[in-house]
T-cell receptor, first 111, second 113 residues
Framework: GQQLNQSPQSMFIQEGEDVSMNCTSSSIFNTWLWYKQDPGEGPVLLIA?????ELTSNGRLTAQFGITRKDSFLNISASIPSDVGIYFCAGLTGANSKLTFGKGITLSVRP | DAGVIQSPRHEVTEMGQEVTLRCKPISGHNSLFWYRQTMMRGLELLIYFNNNVPIDDSGMPEDRFSAKMPNASFSTLKIQPSEPRDSAVYFC???????????FGEGSRLTVL
């Protein structure tokens, strides 16, 4: 079946640093989404990408839809303590199909 | 606007008991999903509905699990009988047709003793 690969499982950075995460697949996806999950909460949508090559920003977050449609990247600039959480990528093959989620990357930010 | 509403937020029960989790999707959303999250397996899709019709239940672990969506504003996930390995956080999520943007509830944390 389709799988999305996120690694490493955990990342540790210093407050103020930039961090980049990527998500790769052997399958093509038509939509890429990035979610963040805070402890005890449900995942919250950060950014949605709909076209190959698309680069979209949301505040300090920037995400890109890879040209091959098999990968996506999320960058967080000038990290702050509230960026701590689990970041999931998700891909969609068709408008009404099910989302495939990566296993997530747990981000820790040291003050 | 209200988001996806799940109840209960926490449930502790004993092995063998029936558990029912409830979900109210966002009004106007046509698709509803049930996920299970554990440390070991991450987010697993259990079942999803389009327009109240189950489309894919291949993720439902076994016959002890069942899900229904009697109308556009309500869904249930039932486990009968429950087992300790069912302990997890269960999320409901909904989305409008023709977008991939899934909106999650806050989850129901189930502990089966």
């Amino acid at each position: 079946g389709q799988q999305l690969n996120q690694s490493p499982q955990s990342m540790f950075i210093q407050e103020g640093e930039d961090v980049s995460m990527n998500c790769t697949s052997s399958s093509i996806f038509n939509t890429w989404l990035w979610y963040k999950q805070d402890p005890g909460e449900g995942p919250v949508l950060l950014i949605a990408l709909y076209k190959a090559g698309e680069l979209t920003s949301n505040g300090r977050l920037t995400a890109q839809f890879g040209i091959t449609r098999k990968d996506s990247f999320l960058n967080i600039s000038a990290s702050i303590p509230s960026d701590v959480g689990i970041y999931f990528c998700a891909g969609l093959t068709g408008a009404n199909s099910k989302l495939t989620f990566g296993k997530g990357i747990t981000l820790s930010v040291r003050p | 606007d209200a988001g996806v509403i799940q109840s209960p937020r926490h449930e502790v029960t004993e092995m063998g008991q029936e558990v029912t989790l409830r979900c109210k999707p966002i009004s106007g959303h046509n698709s509803l999903f049930w996920y299970r999250q554990t440390m070991m397996r991450g987010l697993e899709l259990l079942i999803y509905f389009n327009n109240n019709v189950p489309i894919d239940d291949s993720g439902m672990p076994e016959d002890r699990f069942s899900a229904k969506m009697p109308n556009a504003s309500f869904s249930t996930l039932k486990i009968q009988p429950s087992e300790p390995r069912d302990s997890a956080v269960y999320f409901c999520a909904s989305r409008p047709f023709f977008t991939g943007e899934l909106f999650f509830g806050e989850g129901s944390r189930l502990t089966v003793l």
